[in-house]
């Protein structure tokens, strides 16, 4: 069920009316039950892949915790290994084939090994690191495991972030499950001003600019400089607002019930160097791979130095490149964020006193150009379809065109209110992430939330593109 979706409109308020009018002791069963309604609305025979895993970690995760010295390692591994099997067979399977099947015709061999016809289920790599999550922390001794199968699995299913995150910890969530939420109205006007504010960045802004964005693509090779560029700028925003609108719908309907979920944007576009960025934007992902594959690795090899340090960049942010998608244009694009990475690591004490000897508010702002720069270039690595793409982009950026706007089907209204809408997202975004009430004037006389709230709701209707567009990450 998508967030923009007139059965999303019917489905929420009633699960969250029900939710506060039945008893607490019941209140768990009703939000896995809608979860699972929520979640088959897509596709239904998935489910059962989702109740395969759920089975497997929740015993897992007893049977680690209660296994002492190699059965403990032992049990994590059957764990990992059944979900990352799942993900690898319905996700990287045939990207694996593909690649057997050119090396074998490049040798003069064929490949006997079919192709399988199936569809990647919708959020698999997002709830399949939320259940990793669970046997590791219970592994590490940071979680007890959780007895209430049904509490587990609501774990595993909670609709707000199911298909595209925030990727939860069992520390942050499990315990809340438990807790007995009071209607609240201010968790209710906040969470529907996160809800409103997610809609607005998805279906006035992202999904407006993916016209222009999927219209240039389909005709690449008719476009010179300023189109190209155009393109690369309208795609760096509409995959923020994209998915950062998800983040905000998904925050703000659990917010309603009373449940806190992980922020996963902090305003990635002001980032001064890359890894302050990385530090912004999916933060739930990037704190995963962090905690569990990034660090890891770094104590293993910590005495090689700064090796180890350029070894764990590499490895974890081609993954991450990996888990976006089966592709070599997304391992390019992690392994790009992986050397720019290494390169600010080996650099930063040349960069620290370069920043001294200069001015510091001309050195941030020239290190954050050259940082949306490089982002707005991978971002269009990570668009492309094929490496061609690519390199007709690098050879053709460049190019005078005369005509700078590029598709004519295109207004020179339509681009001035996209540069409109992407300044008031980058202003904006600034005041959510604040109290921002308390820097208004008057505050005691004039309601500003509801002021909000007209603007927002004036603007999806005015400017809205309804046509129940998918969230570009529901595809990960």
Known sequence: ???NSLPFLIFFPVVTILYFLLPHKYRWAWLLAASCFFYMFFKPIYIFILFFTIIIDYYAGI???????????????????AN???????????????????????????????YLSI????????????????????YRGNQKAEKHFGIYSLYVMFYPQLVAGPIERPQNILHQFYEKHQFNFDNLKNGLLLISWGLFKKVVVADRLSMYVNSTFENLTVYKGFPLLWTMIFFTFQIYCDFS???DIALGTARVMGFDLMKNFNQPFLAVKLSDYWRRWHISLYSWFNDYLYNPIVIKYRDYGNWAIVLAIMVTFSLSGLWHGASWTFILWGTLHGVGLVFEALTKKKLVKIKKATNVFLFENVTRIITLLFL??????????????????CKNIYKIDSNIIGNPIFSKLYFYLNFAFIFIIIISDNFFEKNWVNYM?????????????????LSIYLFGIFEEQSFIYFQF
């Open 1 to 3: 069920m998508l967030f």
């Open 63 to 81: 049977w680690i915790e209660n296994a002492e010295g190699p059965k403990k390692k032992q049990y994590l591994a059957y764990s990992l290994v």
């Open 84 to 114: 990352i099997g799942v993900l690898a067979i319905f996700k990287y399977y045939n990207f694996i084939n593909g690649n057997i099947d050119g090396l074998a015709t490049l040798m003069g061999f064929k490949n006997p090994i079919p």
């Open 119 to 138: 569809l990647l289920p919708v959020g698999l790599s997002f709830h399949t690191f939320q259940a990793m999550s669970y046997t590791i922390e219970v």
């Open 245 to 247: 609108g998800y983040s």
């Open 376 to 393: 707005g270039f991978t971002f269009f690595i990570f668009r492309a379809h094929h490496f061609s793409e690519i390199v007709y982009f």
């Open 441 to 457: 004037p008057f505050k005691d006389k004039i309601n500003y939330t509801f002021i909000a709230f007209f603007f927002i709701f």
